[in-house]
């Protein structure tokens, strides 16, 4: 495309899965930050909790500095300590919704712009159970932001069959599910990510026109989901041109083709479009963000 694609969207990048050993809360986040703050290619950087007060604000003072915009992600707090926002147990979904309001007062401290977080596990024939209690921990959630600042909340659309397992999860539950809260909450929206679209077993059309309106923020990756014996099988995030993955440069090229269709990518609101590459086995976490950076100039050049 003639048009540079900074005149479309703001580049980003999760820094704990560029980086292996963040998504904790503890590891070398301000060496790991310092080099995506100095690279001018990304305009946003997606974090996860930091658990050392005084690392979160030299975080925050890089990020500034850099002249960059930050997004949080919550998702690690639930993975990583078990956590479900819809678990039929009400102790249980009490302790995902309370780490959540957490996750979002640090977002507010470090001037996040946006908070996205995931759906749980649920069984089928509970699956209506898990849906009500989706909604009442997302309306917990929403009103607990919106009563702090004006800091969008985003859930992210997961498989529901392969890897997470999650409820949100296929494109009519997740249109379901915001149809539902948009009409209560000005400040709910949905993340979409290339990475999961296969895993979904559905299209691009298929996932994305029902959800079109209200798709608030965007992921680009790659996924090993044709033979289970396969490395990197699941949802593992490897880089593009992984082998036996589903997604490179003409894959990605459409998901932009997509986003421009359905106005998330417009030089009017330059929404932002985030890479989620995670180095696998000894790879280079540098190298797999070069990487990520050619195969977007490719496919950009892909579009008409």
């Known amino acids: 495309m003639m048009k540079s694609m900074r005149r479309y969207m703001k580049v980003g990048i999760i820094l704990h899965m560029a980086f292996n050993g963040l998504a904790g809360g503890e590891g070398p986040i301000l060496e790991s930050l310092r080099k995506v703050v100095k690279d001018d290619y990304f305009d946003v950087v997606e974090i996860t909790h930091i658990k050392d007060p005084k690392v979160r604000q030299e975080a925050k003072e890089m990020i500034a500095c850099g002249h960059m915009e930050v997004i949080y992600g919550g998702q690690p707090l639930l993975l990583l300590n078990g956590l479900n926002v819809n678990h039929l147990d009400e102790k249980e979904r009490r302790k995902a919704v309370d780490i959540l309001k957490k996750g979002i007062d640090e977002a507010y401290e470090i001037g996040a712009k946006g908070f996205s977080y995931l759906a749980g596990q649920y069984e089928e024939e509970t699956m209506e159970d898990s849906f009500q209690a989706l909604l009442a921990s997302s309306r917990e959630i929403l009103t607990y932001a919106k009563e702090k600042g004006d800091m969008p909340i985003t859930l992210e659309v997961f498989d529901y069959d392969i890897d997470k397992k999650s409820l949100i999860g296929p494109a009519d539950r997740a249109k379901r599910l915001?149809?539902?809260?948009?009409?209560?909450?000005?400040?709910?929206?949905?993340?979409?990510?290339?990475?999961?679209?296969?895993?979904?077993?559905?299209?691009?059309?298929?996932?994305?026109?029902?959800?079109?309106?209200?798709?608030?923020?965007?992921?680009?990756?790659?996924?090993?989901?044709?033979?289970?014996?396969?490395?990197?099988?699941?949802?593992?995030?490897?880089?593009?041109?992984?082998?036996?993955?589903?997604?490179?440069?003409?894959?990605?090229?459409?998901?932009?083709?997509?986003?421009?269709?359905?106005?998330?990518?417009?030089?009017?609101?330059?929404?932002?479009?985030?890479?989620?590459?995670?180095?696998?086995?000894?790879?280079?976490?540098?190298?797999?963000?070069?990487?990520?950076?050619?195969?977007?100039?490719?496919?950009?050049?892909?579009?008409?």
């Open 178 to 304: 915001a149809e539902t809260l948009t009409k209560e909450y000005d400040n709910f929206g949905l993340l979409i990510d290339l990475s999961h679209i296969p895993m979904l077993h559905e299209t691009l059309d298929e996932n994305i026109d029902p959800i079109r309106e209200y798709v608030l923020h965007a992921h680009m990756g790659n996924t090993v989901i044709s033979d289970e014996n396969l490395p990197g099988y699941g949802d593992t995030h490897p880089r593009f041109g992984f082998p036996g993955g589903e997604n490179d440069v003409e894959e990605l090229a459409e998901y932009l083709r997509k986003l421009m269709e359905i106005g998330y990518l417009h030089p009017e609101n330059r929404n932002i479009v985030s890479f989620e590459v995670k180095p696998f086995g000894k790879e280079d976490s540098e190298m797999v963000i070069a990487n990520a950076k050619r195969t977007l100039n490719s496919a950009w050049e892909l579009i008409d």
